[in-house]
């Protein structure tokens, strides 16, 4: 039952996502003012009804996890043990070598058990990137894990000198000046003052508890594009909007901004999938 | 018996050589990690086509401002330097400081693309431009807009700019002075989170004149 509600959730919220872009170009990702606040409406309207369809790519997700032979990826808690999985990274990875967040995790077992090159497990990732209505095995993958932690709260442990590291690069990063339009993540998401992009509020790293909320609802539905929006998703748009280069997803920089994040949110309880215009 | 001796001669050794350790650990400066480091990562992290690479090359400038996290948490001497080095970089049209064409200021205030690259669905094209001035300023009354950036609505009459004085040594020094604030935000408002549009070449000197004239001009619909 709540399968089929969900699914025709999903599909009247294409429909009004559809009807909405008659009205705005197709490379043209900006939305009206009018749009904006229609679509905030709409989420709000949906919240209220407790419907999310961002779960259903959870069912999905645990059909792909047999499928790409994640059930032997070790997250940090044995192989394929998920629940509790997204709270404790980023990590340290000894197999690896290499400190990893959750989609990087998942891109380096595609590649160990999955028989997937490096080129593959890109594309996997980025199938649904620029898209709409798109349904991804790899959101779905992701989503899949990520919501087999909620409840708990992040633990990311910054004891861990690699993770520290990591956490360190990722802070001097997000507060450097760079690039054509002197922008960093702070320019946007730092600072005391409550601020509006447009029309939309801006959480700060720099107010107690915002990290936290931004970050524990990832991967998070879009209604505007309706399907999810994983982390790694996130960090290429907003890089996108801030005229930087095309980022890389599964990077070292990934792994930077994502301990930076969840280290900062540490404490915060995980309620996965948020929805959001 | 000397085995013990042995061991416990070896306890002493590694407790001392902790202690050592402990002594020697890095102070809470030295523990920062290395500018290499981190740039190493940065670009570890962006496509390596060169079309798409724009420059991650710190300038002076940016270099101070990202030193501190914000502008009130920067000393003087900083602050100075960064307004004395953007001072340098303000380029002006060709014809000097005249109104322009607040129509076409209207055009490049209102349009958010320009710069934003990508080599998934998104990308803008390499000859759009725009300022996406309303995601941190309200500017014409009842549009939506940010507040990361001060208000300009109705800038020009709140100026007293009017038809009669516009063209007075005043008024065009309004207009010079908005002028350089688009231009270069950081001449006057150091590592201000406004893009130095005209000095990244963004937009150009007389885009900026058309921008400067949109918010100041008595017919423009900012002040109507």
Known sequence: MRKIL?????????????????????????????????????????????????????????????????????????????????AQ???????????????TRIGWCL????????????????????????????????????????????????????????YEIGKQIYYARIGPWDFNCATCHAGQKEARIRATKLWSADRPGEAGQAVSIFPKYLVRWSQPMTMHYRYAECIRQMRWPTFEPHSDLAVAISAFLYGTANGTEIKVPGIGR | MRK??????????????????QKKQPTKKEARVKPEEVRQVLLSGFEQDPKFLWKIEQDESQRICSQYPSMEAMPPKA???????????????????AWGDWKEGKKLVESARGGRFASYGFSDKFTDKGGNCYACHLIEKG????????????????YGITKENMNTPEGLERLKMV??????????????????????????????MNIATYLLHPESPVNK
């Open chain 1, 6 to 86: 969900l699914t025709s959730a999903v599909f009247g919220l294409a429909c009004a996502g559809f009807l909405g872009y008659q009205t705005v170009k197709a490379q043209d990702q900006e939305l009206s003012p009018e749009e904006e606040i229609r679509l905030v409406q709409e989420f709000n309207r949906m919240m209220a009804e407790g419907i999310n369809p961002g779960e259903i790519w959870a069912e999905m997700g645990k059909e792909a996890f047999k499928k790409y032979n994640l059930d032997k990826c070790d997250f940090g808690l044995g192989p394929g043990k998920v629940e509790g999985a997204l």
């Open chain 1, 89 to 103: 990274l980023p990590r340290y990875f000894p197999d690896a070598k290499r400190v990893m967040d959750l989609e």
């Open chain 1, 111 to 166: 590649q160990q058990y999955a028989g997937m090159t490096p080129e593959q497990v890109k594309k996997f990732a980025t199938q649904c990137w620029g898209k709409s209505q798109c349904m991804g095995e790899y959101d779905a993958i992701v989503m899949y894990v990520s919501m087999a932690s909620n409840g708990q709260k992040f633990s990311v442990n910054l004891n861990d000198p690699q993770v520290k590291r990591m």
């Open chain 2, 4 to 21: 013990t001796l042995f061991l416990g001669l070896l306890a002493i050794g590694l407790v001392g050589i902790s202690t050592a350790q």
């Open chain 2, 79 to 97: 602050v100075q330097k960064v307004i004395e080095l953007e001072n340098k970089n303000i380029v002006y049209p060709q014809w000097g400081i």
């Open chain 2, 143 to 158: 549009v939506p807009g940010g507040t990361m950036g001060p208000s300009l609505t109705a800038y020009g009459k709140r």
């Open chain 2, 179 to 208: 002028y350089k604030i688009v231009y270069n935000a950081w001449h006057a408002y150091p590592c201000s989170s406004m893009p130095r549009f005209g000095y990244h070449g963004a937009l150009s000197p007389e885009d900026v």
